[in-house]
């Protein structure tokens, strides 16, 4: 059992001996790919915005997923939810982008432990600026210490904030190592499985890939997902309580 | 050592998933109503199962030393 150094093991992997991904500049140019083809799409879309109805098949297909976004957010958040759409939006068409370029190229931005965490830092600060924007400065970090226990018992909150902020600390880390654990360990299983068969010259590793692109859509809703719950936690409204209540507590107990 | 570790950690992971799947599975036939409540519940927690493994992937070679 040698010394457990968590963060000397990310960067190992993240950078070290093993790597195989794209340097910078190479994650430069892939995001450059996938904000061109997000770019090129919404473009694209928006010429048919101007119809009474949506005929270009593209719009049709912004305009569903403009729906299930709304009702993620609206059905988590609650009533106030409608304002966090952008962002939601925003990072479910990075993130399902960025994870349908591993199907066409050797690697995408995901398979990234460094985009990951840039990604996730920005709505981890996102989600702060929020709860500081709906309760204040003062009560959201306030919000933090738990709830209140008299004089006697102010040791307990100072724990509970020490805890509570490396809580959210951790937030960074597990958002951004599923995305890049599920990205890439894709990317591996795919490699092994056509060098198992490479003396055959069978490629194995395509027949992985209607499951990678299920991991393609399922991990982008589950990262706008997150951000939702921790949205609506930390957003407390008062109005809309007695709907909003139930279903933001089933959330925080799976969370 | 490391792929034993592993191996265990899976063992414990699939179990997990294959539990949600069934309740999931199960609520969802009893409540057809309420399916888009329990895939989000199911969802949320189908990712903090999964981050288990992944977490475990990356400290296990940290504690073997890579062995």
């Not at chain 1, 490629?203 to 949205?231: D, E, H, N, R």
């Amino acid at each position: 059992m040698a010394d457990l150094n968590l963060y000397q093991s990310l960067v190992a992997s993240a950078e070290g001996g093993g790597h195989h991904g794209p340097n910078f500049l190479g994650l430069m140019v892939y995001i450059l790919l996938v904000v061109g083809v997000m770019f090129g799409l919404m473009a694209s879309a928006k010429k048919g915005l101007n119809s009474r109805f949506f005929t270009r098949p593209i719009t049709q297909k912004f305009e569903q997923l403009y729906l299930f976004i709304e009702n993620l957010c609206i059905g988590i958040i609650g009533s106030h939810g409608a304002r966090y759409i952008p962002m939601i939006m925003t990072f479910w068409l990075v993130i399902f982008i960025s994870n349908l370029v591993a199907l066409f190229f050797p690697t995408s931005p995901t398979a990234d432990l460094s985009f990951n965490l840039g990604l996730a830092l920005i709505s981890i600060a996102y989600v702060q600026y929020e709860g500081m924007r709906a309760n204040g400065f003062v009560g959201h970090w306030r919000h933090f210490a738990g709830p209140k226990l008299g004089p006697a018992l102010i040791i307990i909150n100072i724990m509970l904030f020490g805890i509570e902020l490396v809580s959210e600390m951790m937030k960074n880390l597990s958002l951004s190592l599923r995305l890049y654990g599920n990205i890439d360990g894709g990317h591996r299983a795919a490699d092994a499985m056509t060098q198992l068969s490479s003396d055959y010259y069978i490629p194995l590793g395509a027949f992985l890939l209607p499951i990678k692109l299920l991991t393609c859509v399922v991990q982008a809703l589950i990262f706008s997902l997150l951000t939702c719950v921790y949205i609506s936690l930390v957003t407390h409204h008062d109005e809309g309580h007695a709907d909003d209540q139930h279903g933001s507590d089933e959330l925080a107990a799976a969370h | 050592m490391l792929s034993l570790a592993l191996g265990i950690a899976a063992a414990g992971v699939a179990i997990g998933l294959g539990l949600i799947g069934y309740s999931g599975l199960q609520g969802m036939s009893r409540q057809p109503e309420a399916i888009g409540k329990l895939q989000t519940a199911m969802l949320i927690a189908l990712a903090f199962v999964e981050l288990v493994f992944l977490l475990t992937v990356f400290i296990a070679p940290a504690s073997f030393g890579g062995k």
